[in-house]
Nanobody, 118 residues
């Protein structure tokens, strides 16, 4: 069993900054990749960032330059630093872990709410 626990969500004003954290119950270096997704009301869940253990972190073009994902392998945590937040960034943000598997096994956290006031 793998547990992912997100934290750091809350209310922030437009243009503000927020850091989200995801704590894993096992070494994140054992995962194929860690990622962040978000689900806004009325919208599909979308990829925010993906950090392969042995690769380059990627972001959607729409978020590139504003959102930054980092890993602390010693603490089994990943972070999402969000800058210049906009009201449309309001969503539930989910931590994701990909298992080294050919079957696409993934784990998800329960999510943390980010609200950007307008």
């Amino acid at each position: 069993q793998v547990q992912l626990v997100e934290s750091g969500g809350g209310l922030v004003q437009p243009g503000g900054y927020l850091r989200l954290s995801c704590a894993a119950s096992r070494s994140i270096s054992h995962f194929k990749a860690m990622g962040w997704y978000r689900q806004a009301p009325g919208k599909e869940r979308e990829l925010v960032a993906r950090a392969p253990t042995d690769g380059t972190t990627t972001y959607p073009d729409s978020l590139k330059g504003r959102f930054f994902m980092s890993r602390d392998n010693n603490q089994n945590k990943v972070y999402l630093d969000m800058y210049s937040l906009k009201p449309e960034d309001t969503a539930v943000y989910y931590c994701n872990a990909e298992i080294y598997s050919d079957f696409g096994l993934q784990y998800w956290g329960q999510g943390t709410q980010v609200t950007v006031s307008s």
